[in-house]
């Protein structure tokens, strides 16, 4: 029987990044996907900064910035009026753009790309599927069958010590578990439409409500690489959704919309898809030897891009916990935290994603007459504007995670607080700091150096060490706010979260932090 | 008022909206109105809010 140490149910982007990340940690997964290749139409669009920053733990950042389309901003109007400009927080000091919009294959195509370097380490099967999850000692058994363009694929089984199932919102591992997403989904319905269209305006979000063009519906737009639209429209609770669809149905609205705005080159439709919005999610992503992460885990409302980008976060908190695992460095209760992290994460995406739902797709008269009200209200009245934000995805903080190391000492930001994810810093030698994360622990010294005693202990205990000071300091002190003579040593797991900060330079702190990834109750 | 709060307003006014019912809610917006306007520190601020609001309204109406 064929065995591998991580089995991977689904190579799509989560799939393809968490096997990259694996493999960057030294350890071995198979990966097996269904589909013949990487996914067809566009799906997810938006990359947050947050996953830009993961992709680049193992170089993928490179080729989806070059390739993608990054943004800082957008506009919401009012029939044709606009009411909103926002900008998300974004100074030259950062280093990626706050999102990049780029068509999903590519995603998949450079997570896969950047683990082929890795050789062995990762071995991707296309068109083969999973079939049954039987539990075994220490692991599970998956039937698979492969499809070899016949008609009878060949079954056979495969031993994983861990199975990770990245196969999407209607997981065949969930379903072999027997376990059920919880939560509700929203009846408004979107249409969803690519097209192809060459245009010269802003890469921008826009959004239209009640535009005179589709009097009374919603109306996104985002464009995407290759000169392709991606249009997102509500259509009216009375309207047949299969009727909907039909291009005949579609394209006139599109066209009525692209008149209105004054995009009038040649266009074709690309891919037409309907959607509601759904806040699904389990209760807990670790069984036993089964990790779900993605779609599988979790299901949350498109509006504020939190899908894929919160599938690249659990992909970037599994991987190190996992490898650590394998490896015999900390007890399986680590993937513990992988869950209950993920799973606030969930929770707070899907509060997130529920509120911005709630404004594109009101579910109720109540929030369409205040959803009116306030768009009427912001024509002349700023005060009211932030409610029509579309609240973009962000890293979550990880409030009360069991491997934060709570403060002793008194701290006047909350910004690198234990469980929140360590703030960019850019370095007097050009780069960044998130650059050094992905791999190790770091200590980041501010301040006073750490003596050469110290230095070798934090490093034989795993943990390598950056110090900042010099010029550099500017770039922190909004988050630190440290006096000038006081020095600071903030410990960083190896997905870029802080496990705990102290002021001083007494190693011991940072020691004790450490047992903590060995001994999680 | 931050927009955190803000954004935390509106979907408990709208929730309580739905929950008192459309046949109910021209009444209980007027009674939270009177809520907020008694609370306000001066007649003028309000004044201004209600101009505004009553332009917004009649926007695109007939006179």
């Known amino acids: ?521 | 008022m931050t927009d955190q709060d803000l954004d935390k307003s509106y979907t408990t006014l709208c929730n309580a909206l739905n929950d008192v019912g459309e046949s109910n809610a021209q009444s209980f917006l007027a009674m939270l109105s009177l809520s907020l306007i008694a609370r306000t520190d001066n007649a003028a601020e309000v004044l201004v809010l209600i101009e505004n609001a009553k332009i917004q309204s009649l926007v695109g109406k007939q006179p």
Request: hydrophobic share 40%.
């Open chain 1, 1 to 521: 029987m064929e065995t591998a140490p991580v089995l991977i149910a689904g190579g799509g982007p989560v799939g393809l990044t968490l096997a990259a990340l694996l493999a960057s940690f030294g350890v071995r997964s198979l990966v097996i996907e269904n589909d013949p290749s990487y996914c067809t139409g566009s799906r997810a669009i938006c990359m947050s900064r947050r996953s830009q920053e993961i992709l680049g733990w193992v170089g993928a950042d490179k080729p989806l910035v070059e390739k993608g389309l990054s943004w800082v901003g957008g506009r919401s109007y009012y029939r044709d009026t606009e009411v909103l400009h926002f900008q998300m927080p974004s100074d030259p000091t950062q280093r990626f753009a706050p999102m990049v919009n780029i068509q999903q294959y590519f995603a998949e195509q450079y997570a896969h790309e950047a683990a082929l370097p890795y050789g062995d380490l990762v071995d991707v099967r296309w068109n083969c599927t999973v079939k049954t999850v039987r539990e075994v000692k220490n692991g599970n058994e998956v039937d698979v069958t492969v499809s070899d363009g016949s008609a009878d694929g060949q079954t056979q089984t495969i031993r994983a010590d861990w199975l990770v199932a990245c196969d999407g919102g209607r997981s065949t591992v969930r379903e072999q578990l027997g376990l059920q997403l919880q939560g509700m989904q929203y009846d408004g319905k979107y249409v969803i439409v690519d097209i192809r269209q060459k245009t010269k305006r802003d890469v921008e979000r826009l959004a239209w409500f009640d535009p005179p063009s589709n009097p009374g519906s919603t109306i996104l737009m985002h464009r995407q690489p290759e000169d392709v639209w991606r249009i997102d429209y509500q259509i009216r609770d009375d309207e047949d959704p299969v009727e909907a669809i039909k291009p005949e149905n579609v394209l006139r609205r599109v066209q009525s919309h692209l008149s209105m705005i004054g995009e009038n080159e040649p266009w074709e439709p690309l891919w037409i898809s309907i959607y509601n919005a759904k806040c699904l999610s389990l209760e807990k992503y670790c069984h036993k030897r089964v990790l779900f992460a993605g779609d599988a885990a979790h299901l949350v409302p498109i509006f504020g891009v939190r899908g894929l980008n919160s599938g690249l976060d659990d992909a970037g908190n599994l991987a190190w916990k996992l490898a650590r695992v394998i490896q015999g460095a900390s007890p399986d209760s680590l993937l513990d935290t992988y869950s209950t992290e993920r799973v606030h994460a969930a929770h707070e995406n899907m509060a997130y994603g529920a509120k911005s739902t709630e404004f594109m797709a009101p579910p109720n008269f109540a929030f369409k007459l205040m959803r009116t009200a306030t768009l009427k209200l912001a024509l002349a009245d700023e005060k009211v504007r932030s409610l029509i934000n579309p609240r973009q995805s962000t890293p979550i903080h990880y409030v009360n995670s069991a491997l934060n190391v709570a403060d002793k000492d008194v701290w006047s930001s909350d910004l690198t607080a234990p469980g929140m994810p360590m703030p960019e810093v850019l370095l007097d030698d050009g780069t960044h700091l998130t650059q050094q994360f992905g791999h190790n622990f770091i200590c980041i010294v501010f301040g006073e150096a750490l003596e050469e005693s110290k230095r070798v202990n934090l490093e034989q205990n795993g943990i390598k060490i950056y110090s900042i000071a010099g010029n550099e300091y500017a770039g922190y002190s909004h988050f630190l706010l440290l006096k000038s003579s006081e020095s600071a040593m903030i410990l960083v797991r190896p997905d870029g979260y802080i496990m705990g900060r102290w002021k001083g330079t007494d190693i011991a702190p940072l020691l004790a932090a450490m047992k903590l990834t060995e001994a999680i109750l």
